[in-house]
C-alpha cells in the first residue's frame, strides 16, 4: 500500500479563514481520497479525486491534483469552529484497495 | 455512500477479558476491513476479513489475538482477545464500494479502553 503525506502538521486559524493543507506522495495512484476525523469519533469520506482529474469541488471544499509532482491541496474555505479535526489523504492505486495506510494527517484548530 | 454501524460504540473492560465487535453494513459488500487507532496515533490496517473463509492478518497481527468472522457480506466481528491496558485504541470497521473508483468508508469507531 501507499502512505500520503500530510503538511503541515498543525495548522491553526480564525474562523472565516480558509486553510489549505497538503498532500505528497510517491507513487502512483488510482485515485486520492481526503478523510475528515472529529476528536474522538469516526472517520468521515470527504471527497475522491481521480488520477485523471485536476480539480474537484464539494462545497466549501476544494481539492487539486498534481500528478507530474506527486501532490495534492485540500482547501477549506470561510472555514468554521466546527471543522476543528484532524484530515488524512489517503492513495488508492494498483489492486490493494481497501488496505490503506494513513499517515499522521494534519490537525486543523478553527477558532470561533 | 455505504451506511456502517458498529456496537459497542465504546466499552471499557478488565484486562484478560474479551470483548467482541460487531459491524454492520447497509448493503452487501466484498471488501471489509478492521483498523485500529491507538491513542495519540494514526490508522493501522489489523485485517481483511473475507467472507466464507479465514482472516487474512497484516504483520504484528495475530488470529489468536483478534479472532475476526465474516458470516456473510454485510456483517462482520472483531474480537480482541485476553486485553491488556495496550489494546486501548478505538477499532474501525471499513468497506470499499467497489466500481470506478473504490471508494472506501469508515464505521463510527469503537472506543475500547481497557483497565
Known amino acids: 500500500s501507499q502512505q500520503g503525506e500530510e503538511d503541515p502538521q498543525a495548522l491553526s486559524i480564525q474562523e472565516g479563514e480558509n486553510a489549505t493543507m497538503n498532500c505528497s506522495y510517491k507513487t502512483s495512484i488510482n485515485n486520492l481520497q481526503w478523510y475528515r476525523q472529529n476528536s474522538g469519533r469516526g472517520l468521515v469520506h470527504l471527497i475522491l479525486?481521480?488520477?485523471?482529474?485536476r480539480e474537484k469541488h464539494s462545497g466549501r471544499l476544494r481539492v487539486t491534483l498534481d500528478t507530474s509532482k506527486k501532490s495534492s491541496s485540500l482547501l477549506i474555505t470561510a472555514s468554521r469552529a466546527a471543522d476543528t479535526a484532524s484530515y488524512f489523504c489517503?492513495?488508492?492505486?494498483?489492486?490493494?484497495?481497501?488496505?490503506?495506510?494513513f499517515g499522521q494527517g494534519t490537525i486543523l484548530t478553527v477558532h470561533p | 455512500s455505504a451506511v456502517i454501524s458498529q456496537k459497542p460504540s465504546r466499552d471499557i473492560c478488565q484486562r484478560g477479558t474479551s470483548l467482541t465487535i460487531q459491524c454492520q453494513v447497509d448493503?452487501?459488500?466484498?471488501?471489509m476491513f478492521w483498523y485500529r487507532q491507538q491513542p495519540g496515533q494514526s490508522l493501522t490496517l489489523i485485517a481483511t476479513a473475507n467472507q466464507g473463509s479465514e482472516a487474512t492478518y497484516e504483520s504484528g497481527f495475530v488470529i489468536d489475538k483478534f479472532p475476526i468472522s465474516r458470516p456473510n457480506l454485510t456483517f462482520s466481528t472483531l474480537t480482541v482477545s485476553n486485553m491488556s491496558p495496550e489494546d486501548s485504541s478505538i477499532y474501525l470497521c471499513?468497506?470499499?464500494?467497489?466500481?470506478?473508483?473504490?471508494?472506501?468508508?469508515f464505521g463510527p469507531g469503537t472506543r475500547l479502553t481497557v483497565l
Open positions: 489517503v492513495i488508492a492505486g494498483g489492486t490493494s484497495y481497501g488496505k490503506l495506510t
Open positions: 448493503s452487501q459488500v466484498t471488501m
Open positions: 471499513s468497506v470499499v464500494r467497489q466500481g470506478v473508483d473504490n471508494e472506501q468508508f
Open positions: 479525486i481521480r488520477s485523471n482529474e
